[in-house]
């Protein structure tokens, strides 16, 4: 299995969804693939899809984790962006999140190398830029993760974890009040015309006012 991996070649913007794939591959996979690579790792209950982002994807990942990051700042929340570190329930489900957050459980986790979410807490808030790959929603409810945002086709979907399943929802419950699904979108297509720093100062003027 891992030589036939060592073959494959998932261009930019694509994706493979390969089958039968045991925990322990997973996790020779991981092992050997390292941490310093482009493509990013979904696995369930023996399904494994490995995808490679696109400039695209990975330029509004970036603008995206940043206007959150100014929203953390703005409201003086700690926090720690970990973006796509692989998180992983063991014999299950593991996936790496195109950006993330801890926020309520930071503290938890602050100055640790490593997160096991066998003894750490999952991440307060997770973002997918589905673009290039399909997001998995049963896999971060596994998970525990409480937020989770999904951007396609210009839009946002805010969706919030209850009773183990997501339910999509008008406001973050970690910025509530602010009509962000409206928002971020508005200022990410901005920031492809008008510059990122002008976007930024005119993004975080809009924060202080609301």
Known sequence: MLLELDRIQVLPGQHIILENV?????????EDWGEHRSSRLAY????LEIMTPSTQHGADTEIIGDLIKLLLEEFDLEFRSLGSTTFKK???RGLEPDQCFYIQNEAKIRGKNRIDLATDPPPDLAIEIDI???????IYAALNVPELWRFKNGKLQINV???GAYQIVQESLIFPGLALSEVIPQYLAESKVAGRNAT????RRWVQEN
């Open 22 to 30: 045991s925990w322990h591959k997973f996790e020779r996979i991981l």
């Open 90 to 92: 063991e014999t299950l």
């Open 44 to 47: 369930n209950c023996g399904f």
């Open 132 to 138: 290039t790959s399909r997001t998995h929603p049963k």
């Open 200 to 203: 930024f100062k005119k993004f």
């Open 161 to 163: 974890l209850q009773d």
